[in-house]
């Protein structure tokens, strides 16, 4: 199968991320994801087979399983419940149907596990964004408890961490605890759902919007591939990269090749972008329980 990378659409995108477009329908929107991979800040000219269906079928899972938790943007996933435009074969099992919201800006993630860009932090500070941590902690061990660390959303380039004070002296302090409680309340949730599974979910990111009253709603992706770092619970051994169903699987590639992560990127070979479809696939169907047909 070919991978989906644009929509040929009469419609143009109100907004065109890195692996999705949002299109404005008046009082709802429709968030479509394409097969596009980014890594490192930077697009991929081949995409993943299958990887925009996994993003919108593995959100939609997990909305509906959260939604007696937390209120969210999902409304339909069904073609048939999409404006006539958009009742397009190239977006069944892609897009999703979206309340509105004010979106905080603020991107909510929990570290479960100590990875990424945690691990570097702890090795150089012993914290993880000025969260001390115990002493001789390995790459993957599994966190005390697990963190909140807020970062800003940017349009383009690299998301900042910040602490959570500038979180609340940029949005609020009331709003700021409510976001920190759903996401640690999430997280949780969610990783006991995963780990029944054989899958562990050692980190995530959550976005938040506000409706109109006020009251905060889990939107955008929810506990993706894209968002997340899976692991599989069989092959975990910390102290070691992890075998993850995630793109983490690229960026290990990317690393073995010393590539140095200016443009262009580099092409990605037909096993990495086959094995990166497989695991994307097989963390949808060990999630939703389905096989995606």
């Not at 899972?61 to 435009?85: C, G, M, V």
């Not at 691990?119 to 390995?138: F, S």
Request: glycine share 8%; hydrophobic share 35%; net charge neutral.
């Amino acid at each position: 199968m070919q991978p989906l990378t644009k929509f040929q659409l009469a419609a143009q995108p109100v907004k065109q991320g890195k692996v999705r477009a949002l299109y404005d329908l008046g009082d709802k929107l429709l968030l479509a994801a394409t097969d596009r991979l980014s890594a490192f800040d930077h697009i991929f000219a081949e995409g993943i087979p299958d990887k925009g269906r996994v993003l919108t079928g593995i959100s939609r899972y997990w909305f509906e399983q959260t939604a007696a938790r937390i209120k969210n943007h999902f409304l339909s996933a069904e073609l048939k419940d999409f404006p006539p435009e958009f009742q397009r074969k190239e977006l069944s099992g892609r897009a999703m149907l979206v309340r509105k919201t004010k979106v905080v800006p603020i991107e909510c993630i929990v570290r479960g596990y100590i990875e990424g860009s945690g691990w570097k932090d702890y090795q150089k500070t012993g914290a993880i964004c000025g969260h001390k941590l115990p002493e001789n902690l390995r790459q993957g061990d599994r966190l005390p408890e697990p963190l909140f660390t807020p970062s800003t959303k940017a349009d383009a380039g690299h998301d900042e961490n910040i602490s959570v004070e500038k979180m609340h002296a940029l949005i609020g302090r009331d709003l700021g605890e409510q976001i920190q409680q759903k996401s640690l309340a999430l997280y949780t949730l969610a990783a006991q759902d995963a780990l029944a599974k054989g899958i562990i979910i050692a980190d995530t990111k959550f976005e938040f919007g506000q409706d109109e009253r006020g009251e905060v709603i889990l939107i955008d992706e929810v506990l993706t591939p894209d968002s997340s770092r899976f692991w599989d619970i069989k092959a975990y051994q910390p102290g070691q990269s992890q075998q993850s169903f995630d793109k983490q699987f690229v960026r290990d590639y990317l690393e073995s090749i010393h590539w140095n992560k200016e443009p262009p990127p580099p092409p990605l070979p037909p096993g990495i972008v086959q094995k990166t479809s497989e695991k994307y696939r097989e963390a949808y169907a060990r999630i939703t329980g389905q096989k995606l047909l």
